[in-house]
């Protein structure tokens, strides 16, 4: 991708999100939280992208799916007044819908758009259909890496406040009950994601959370984890229950493992 298409995908993504501006104080927030997350992903991914020596093309590219991914919110937002797609609809589907509709994409190549509908469609799926393309899984795996770790500085910041202002888009409806569900605590002691079916309180969904490092991909993505320290600060925002401590020691412990030993697989352009 040129920097001028690139660029060019800013101006418009800049337009549109300023088309949504609200009344309310408090949606006007909500949707600014958005805006600012894209551009954190953007810089995340850039920062994951150069790990693996991406060239200039291929980071502008990344940079393009990053900027791209939530544009399915604005939409999602003004219809339903929330970010829950179980409560209104997927809003990465929504995205690739909007980016049709729009016609944003139509001056790239069709690989540039064939990669960031993949990318985008894919962002929030609990897994990524095996039978895509490896430039296809690559980018997607990319961006599912940067936007985890922007929602982690989301909900850590959100955590330490949390006690201040209440803010059901990111806490979901769950209730804040001690101790936490024995089916999540399996799943993270099998080194799995937690399924989203398991969830049952707040304690839950922040070791599902803890739980993305299962699911993430490059060594850089492990050492942006550790060096921001986001479990302890997930960790920090919970009970001092055995469980939640034992299982809390086994991934900081596996953290550690992921940043030593994981390899990241040579991406080979097509
Ligand atoms: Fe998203």
């Not at 007044?81 to 809003?91: G, I």
């Not at 980018?139 to 770790?149: E, G, H, N, V």
């Amino acid at each position: 991708m040129k920097e001028a298409q690139l660029h060019q995908l800013k101006k418009w993504f800049r337009e549109y999100s300023q088309s949504f501006m609200m009344d309310d104080p408090d949606d006007q927030r909500n949707l600014d939280l958005k805006i600012r997350h894209t551009q954190r992903v953007c810089d995340v991914i850039l920062d994951i992208g150069q790990s693996l020596n991406l060239d200039e093309g291929e980071l502008r590219l990344a940079a393009a799916t990053a900027l791209l991914h939530d544009i399915g919110r604005f939409e999602q937002y003004q219809k339903y007044r929330t970010f829950m797609d179980s409560k209104s609809e997927d809003h990465a589907t929504l995205g690739t819908q909007v980016l049709e509709k729009h016609n944003v994409l139509e001056f790239l190549i069709p690989d540039e758009i064939r990669i960031i509908r993949c990318a985008v469609l894919y962002h929030n799926r609990l897994t990524i259909p095996t039978d895509e393309d490896e430039t296809c899984l690559f980018f997607s795996q990319l961006l599912r890496d940067a936007d985890k770790i922007d929602v982690y500085k989301v909900v850590t910041d959100y955590y330490q406040i949390a006690h201040e202002e209440l803010n059901e888009t990111i806490q979901l409806d769950l209730p804040d009950l001690p101790g936490i569900s024995d089916s999540v605590y399996n799943d993270l002691q099998n080194k799995q994601v937690v399924s989203k079916d398991h969830l049952h309180n707040l304690n839950d969904f922040k070791l599902l959370q803890m739980g993305w490092i299962y699911d993430m991909h490059f060594k850089r993505t492990f050492e942006i984890v550790r060096e921001r320290h986001y479990l302890d600060l997930i960790l920090e925002s919970m009970p001092d229950d055995p469980a939640i401590i034992q299982i809390g020691l086994q991934l900081k412990s596996d953290l550690e493992h992921f940043c030593m030993d994981s390899i990241d697989s040579a991406y080979s352009k097509a």
